[in-house]
Every structure is written in C-alpha cells, then in structure tokens.
C-alpha cells in the first residue's frame, strides 16, 4: 500500500478514537469521479477498504463499470452528482446507492423501482449547492413513507461549506445542523458527511459515511 493511503487510514482512525468511536463502522465512498480505469485499478490492487466506488455522471459510471464486468469484476458503484430526473431508471438499473435526492419528483420515480438513497440537505444555504432546504426535510421523508419507500432512505447527506472559505466553526455548525435533523426525523439514518478537506471534523462530528477522491486517487484527470 502506498504511504499516502497507510497516513489516509490512520488519520481516519486517530479522528475516530479522538472521538471515540470505532473506525469499522465507518463507511468509505471511493470518489472515483474523473480517474481513469487504470488509476482505479491500482487503487483496487492495494487493498485499502472501501463501502462503493462514486460516480457523478451516469454515462461516465458505464464506461467504467462496463471496463471492469469485461474483467469478470463487479464493483459496487454509487451515484454522487446531481440527480437529472430523466436519468433515474438508468441509474437505479447500474448503481446500489442514490446519494442526492432532495426533491419529490425523484422520490416518486424511485417508487416505481426502489434503490436505497439518501436524502441531501443543502445544510450551508449556498445556491451553488444541491439539496432541500434543512426545513424541509420531514416534509420530503413523510413523502417517501406515503410513497412506500422511506425504508429505502439510508439516511441524510451533506456538502457542508468549504472549510477554507468559511473555517472550522462554521463547518461544525453545518455539520451539527445536519445530526440535529437526522436525529429528529430519521434517528437510525446514516449520516454522510465529510470530503477530503474535512473528513476528520466530520468523523468527530458523527458522519457515518465519508467520501474521499483525490486522497486515494490524485488529481482527477480530464474527462
């Protein structure tokens, strides 16, 4: 294994025993958005855990997956960009996880082929950013139980501000946000939170699912 990915690790476990937690429990997203085959390849061969490869677009997603299932090898891939309505049966057909859902529409073409998800909170008010709005969150899971699939609701997910713009406080309390309404509208839900720049804050702050991309892989390439 590499000796970034070794530090990678055990900066997941000291954040972890920091907060006393343990580190299996914790559930790594390999962002493997804008790498190529081969880069994911190398990464696969050292042996570093993972939960699911992350994707963001859909026809980039099935030229990888397509690459690896001529290599007899089925990865467990998941949809991490902004959802397109459009392309929801396509990619609830080759991924296990929708991580962006935040609007009715989308829930109600996952009732007609169920996929687990999570539900995305835009938790930093930044119109760049996708999700519903932090008030909106029991109104759009109350949704997804009288459409039959809140039991497919993994739990909340969060791009909180980036902590260079806005610094260590705000990030906390964006993240604290997003506990609160996990806590009070789906208490046994995962909480995915924490990107490269603030994983070890989000992992002291509860995240349960954490992804990280150009740690493990470099910098994307061009698409």
Request: glycine residues 8%; charged residues 30%.
């Amino acid at each position: 294994m590499r000796p970034e990915l070794a530090d990678i690790q055990e900066r997941m476990a000291a954040a972890c025993r920091k907060a006393g937690r343990n580190v299996s429990d914790l559930k790594l997203v390999a962002v493997s958005k804008g790498q190529s085959p081969e880069r994911i390849e190398k990464f696969l061969s050292e042996g570093f855990e993972f939960w699911a490869l992350g994707e963001s677009y859909l026809e980039e997603m099935l030229t990888k997956r397509k690459h690896f299932l001529a290599k007899k090898r089925a990865l467990p891939w998941h949809f991490i960009g902004r959802l397109q309505s459009r392309k929801i049966p396509e990619l609830v057909a080759v991924c296990e996880v929708l991580h962006t859902v935040s609007r009715e529409k989308e829930i109600a073409l996952l009732s007609k082929t169920p996929r687990p998800f999570f539900v995305q909170v835009n938790v930093s008010d930044e119109d760049s950013k996708n999700g519903c709005l932090p008030g909106d969150v029991g109104a759009l899971l109350e949704y997804a139980f009288s459409n039959g699939v809140l039991k497919h609701c993994l739990g909340l997910m969060a791009l909180p501000s980036s902590l260079e713009d806005v610094g260590e406080s705000q990030v906390r309390t964006e993240m604290r946000l997003l506990k609160k309404l996990r806590d009070t509208h789906i208490p046994k839900g995962l909480l995915n939170m924490g990107t490269s720049g603030d994983f070890e804050i989000a992992i002291e702050e509860g995240a349960d699912v954490i992804r990280l991309g150009t740690l493990l892989f470099g910098e994307r390439e061009a698409r």
